[in-house]
C-alpha cells in the first residue's frame, strides 16, 4: 500500500517544529523510504511506502505527518477507490515561476531518500537553507585597500557596493528556492566595522545577517544543517600575483597557510569550516584568480562570476557593478541548481594546520599554546583528528 504525499518534506517538518534539514526532523536521515515519484505539469506528489513510516522518529510525529498530508497539500484524497492515495493538482508552496518536475530531478521511479530527492531536483529545493559568506576585497568597484578600510573616506562608497553584490546573491538565491538565507560578512575592516561592513538599511529583506566578533566563530546555521554556501567577494590567496589584495587572513601576518600539505587561502578556510557541517560551496564570485582558486580547491563542479580581472594587487580590469550584479544573481541561481555539483570539501583527517608567518611576532604569542607546535622561528603547526579543532586550537 502507497501512500501519496505533496513533495513538501521541509513544509512538515517546519510544521512540526523541527530544526534540521530536509526531511531530517521527522525522517531519520539516510532512511530507504520507498520514494517514488510521479510528476507532470498539473500533478506534484511522491509515492511512500507506508512500511517506512515506522522509521519515522516518534509516534507523535507519524501520527502528525498522516494528519498534515492533506492539510500541506491543500487538497483530499482523489477517488474512494484509493484511499491511500492523495494526488495534488497544485503544489501550494511551490515559488512562483518554478516549473520543472521531480522526475527531472531523479530521473523516474526508484527508491531513494527525501534529502536526496529533494537536492537533486531544483524545482523542489524549497527547503534549502543558503549561507552567503563573503568578502569586501573581491566586489567589483573595490581595488584599493582603504575603500575597505572601515572609517576611511571611501569605506563608505565601499560597503554599498559590498551589500549590493550580497543582494544579487540573495536574488539568485531566492529564484533558485532558497527558503533560508543567512549572510555572514568576513570583512575586517577594523574597529567596530569589522564583520560589520554591510549597510542594514540596503540588505535584501529575504535574508538575516549575522556580525560576529571573530572570523569563523559562527557556525549555529552550519551546525543546524545548512545546504549549500556561496562565497562572494572573495579575493585570491597570499602570495598570487595578479590577485587583488591578495593575502590570507592578514596581509601583515601570514605568508602561507597549509591544511595537510595544501595550501589555501580564505576560500579555503571557508570551504573547509563548510565541510565541517557537510555543506559545499557551490559558488565564488570576485576576481579571476579567486575564481581559478576556488575550483582549484573543490573542483570544476564549482560555479564561479569572476566580476574583475586581476592586474595586481591595487589594480583591475572591471565588469562594472551594475553588470556584475546580474552576473551574481544569475551565478547564484545556477549554482543551487544542483547541490550535488561539488562535494563538501575537507583537508582530511587527522589535520594538520601549518602557517608560516611573514614575522616572528606571532610565533612568539603562540609559543605556549597547548597544541601549537614551533616549527622554527616563523613557523606554527598544529594537528589535530578534524580540520576544526585544529583550526580552533590556535586561531582564536
Ligand atoms: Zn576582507
Known amino acids: 500500500m502507497f501512500l501519496l504525499l505533496p513533495f513538501d518534506p521541509v513544509g512538515l517538518a517546519r510544521t512540526l517544529g523541527g530544526h534540521g534539514r530536509a526531511g531530517e526532523p521527522v525522517l531519520e536521515r539516510g532512511s530507504q523510504l520507498g520514494v517514488a515519484t510521479q510528476a507532470d505539469d498539473e500533478r506534484d506528489v511522491v509515492e511512500l511506502d507506508v512500511e517506512a513510516l515506522p522509521k519515522l522518529r516518534e509516534p507523535a510525529e507519524k501520527r502528525e505527518l498522516l494528519r498534515l498530508v492533506p492539510a500541506v497539500a491543500g487538497g483530499a ?4 477507490d484509493e484511499p491511500g492515495r492523495l494526488e495534488v493538482a497544485e503544489h501550494p508552496r511551490r515559488p512562483a515561476g518554478l516549473r520543472g518536475s521531480l522526475a527531472d530531478g531523479v530521473g523516474g521511479h526508484f527508491p531513494t531518500n527525501l534529502t536526496t530527492v529533494m537536492s537533486r531536483c531544483p524545482a523542489y529545493a524549497l527547503g534549502v537553507r543558503v549561507h552567503i559568506i563573503s568578502d569586501m ?40 528556492g532558497a527558503t533560508e538565507i543567512v549572510v555572514m560578512d568576513c570583512h575586517g575592516a577594523g574597529g567596530e566595522w569589522s564583520f560589520n561592513s554591510l549597510v542594514p538599511d540596503l540588505l535584501h529583506p529575504d535574508c538575516e545577517f549575522v556580525v560576529q566578533e571573530d572570523w569563523t566563530e559562527y557556525t549555529a546555521f552550519l551546525e543546524e544543517g545548512c545546504d549549500a554556501a556561496l562565497l562572494v567577494g572573495m579575493h585570491a590567496m597570499a602570495g598570487a600575483g595578479r590577485g587583488g589584495m591578495n593575502h590570507t587572513v592578514s596581509g601583515q601576518d601570514y605568508y602561507n597557510l597549509r591544511f595537510n600539505g595544501t595550501l589555501v587561502g580564505e576560500t579555503g578556510i571557508h570551504a573547509a569550516l563548510c565541510g565541517t557541517w557537510e555543506c559545499p560551496v557551490l559558488l565564488v564570485t570576485g576576481d579571476d584568480v579567486a575564481c581559478e582558486e576556488g575550483k582549484t580547491l573543490v573542483g570544476g563542479g564549482l560555479t564561479t562570476v569572476a566580476v574583475k580581472k586581476g592586474l595586481g594587487a591595487t589594480s583591475a580590469r572591471q565588469i562594472p557593478p551594475v553588470r556584475a550584479r546580474e552576473l551574481i544573481e544569475a551565478g547564484a541561481r545556477t549554482a543551487l541548481s544542483d547541490l550535488k555539483a561539488v562535494d563538501p570539501w575537507s583537508p582530511g583527517s587527522p589535520c594538520e594546520i601549518t602557517v608560516e608567518f611573514k614575522h616572528t611576532l606571532a610565533v612568539d604569542k603562540l609559543r605556549f599554546r597547548p597544541g601549537v607546535e614551533r616549527v622554527d622561528d616563523r613557523t606554527i603547526s598544529v594537528t589535530a583528528e578534524t580540520w576544526w579543532e585544529a583550526w580552533k586550537t590556535f586561531y582564536f
Open 77 to 80: 484524497p482523489r477517488g474512494d
Open 137 to 176: 576585497e573581491g566586489v567589483s568597484g573595490i581595488v584599493r585597500g582603504r575603500q575597505t578600510l572601515g572609517g576611511a573616506p571611501m569605506y563608505d562608497e565601499g560597503r554599498e557596493l559590498y551589500t549590493e553584490e550580497i543582494n544579487a546573491a540573495v536574488r539568485g538565491a531566492k529564484a533558485a
